[in-house]
């Protein structure tokens, strides 16, 4: 069975970091590009960042980009964002999602998504 | 980037009716459309994947169809615990994007 378990969301000030980790087991990990999706509490999705299955490839939003960074340790079969200068729009459940495919930019299906992790940015 | 436009936003339905949502995206993205529940504080659920295809385990009742650039997400029989909010989702091309939503409300 597939599972992605998000971790590290937080309350966090404006202006400060924090680093979401995504555990993946039940699939081979480093075959497949791997996505974050956000979603403000009681709104839509949002589509944050992407990186391809060796992570040589990465996509960010523009509202992140510069921000966060997306990384992943295959070996230990994990999903990380680095978030930095965190704004309170940034407040939101994150998701770790595994695509159908290994390249970030290539048309692919949606396999599975994690639970979530709540971000937020107040003061 | 890829805009997708969902309708409606909200509909009443009472248990047993037919209810079809629509979504429709700003160009083709073949069959790479997905559609998904979501229930209040919970993660999105996959009910059809490729435009058409079933995700295991989603009652039968669930159907989608299209291809190009309209697609409708059908419920034959709505049931009490088909009440929540459903979304469309392109992954034809980096990035993806979502439609808006539509809250499906018991009349």
């Known amino acids: 069975e597939v599972q992605l378990v998000e971790s590290g969301g937080d309350l966090v000030q404006p202006g400060g970091s924090l680093r979401l980790s995504c555990s993946a087991s039940?699939?081979?990990?480093?075959?497949?590009?791997m996505h974050w999706v956000r979603q403000v509490p009681g709104q839509g999705l949002e589509y944050v960042s992407a990186i391809s299955s060796d992570g040589g490839s990465r996509y960010y939003a523009d509202p992140v980009e510069d921000r966060f960074t997306i990384s992943r340790d295959n070996s230990k079969n994990t999903l990380y964002l680095q978030m930095t200068s965190l704004r309170p729009e940034d407040t939101a459940v994150y998701y770790c999602v595994q695509g159908g495919g290994k390249e970030v930019a290539t048309r692919q299906t949606v396999d599975h998504w994690g639970q979530g992790t709540l971000v937020t940015v107040s003061s | 980037d890829i805009q997708m436009t969902q309708f409606p936003s909200s509909l009443s339905a009472s248990e047993g009716d037919r209810v079809t949502i629509t979504c429709r995206a700003s160009?083709?993205?073949?069959?790479?459309l997905t559609w998904y529940q979501q229930k209040p504080g919970k993660a999105p659920k996959i009910l059809i994947y490729?435009?058409?295809s079933l995700q295991s385990g989603v009652p039968s009742r669930f159907s989608g169809s299209g291809s190009g650039t309209d697609f409708t997400l059908t419920i034959s029989s709505l049931q009490p615990e088909d009440f929540a909010t459903y979304y469309c989702?392109?992954?034809?091309?980096?990035?993806?994007?979502f439609g808006q939503g539509t809250k499906v409300e018991i009349k």
């Open positions: 039940g699939f081979s990990f480093s075959n497949f590009a």
């Open positions: 490729t435009a058409s």
């Open positions: 989702q392109q992954s034809y091309m980096t990035p993806w994007t």
């Open positions: 160009q083709t993205i073949s069959g790479y």
